[in-house]
Every structure is written in structure tokens, then in C-alpha cells.
């Protein structure tokens, strides 16, 4: 494995035998990591959010159910 860094990104190079599932996995977690540092959301506050969106899903599955 190889890590460059220029003016403008980072490059990574693997084997071309590494797991592309869980290379993916990975670089979903980097982007995550990236987007959430610029979040103020307490965990609480997540975790409310969460829980109204499950809410709110179960509640519109459960009309498509019945119907």
C-alpha cells in the first residue's frame, strides 16, 4: 500500500487483489468521517432524528400494507 499526498488530494494504492466490499466499506466510513467533523448535532439530537424517521417510515409502510 502506497499514500501520495499532493497540493489538492490524497492517493491511495492497493493490490489490485484487495476486496472492493470492503475497500467500499471503508471509504464510506472516510467520507462519513469527513462530512460528520463539520456537524453540531449532539448525539442526542441524532438520535431523536433517528428515531423520527424510523416513525415515520414504519407509519407509510404500514398505509401501503393495509391498502
Do not use: C, H, Y
Not at 484487495?18 to 466499506?25: G, K, V, W
Request: net charge positive; proline share 1%.
Amino acid at each position: 500500500m502506497i499514500i501520495e499526498r499532493t497540493k489538492k488530494e490524497v492517493i491511495i494504492k492497493l493490490p489490485s487483489t484487495t476486496n472492493i466490499d470492503t475497500l467500499q466499506d471503508v471509504m464510506d466510513w472516510i467520507e462519513f468521517k469527513e462530512l460528520s467533523k463539520k456537524a453540531k448535532a449532539t448525539q442526542k439530537q441524532v438520535d431523536n432524528l433517528v428515531k423520527k424517521i424510523k416513525k415515520g417510515r414504519w407509519s407509510k409502510t404500514k398505509d401501503l400494507l393495509s391498502k
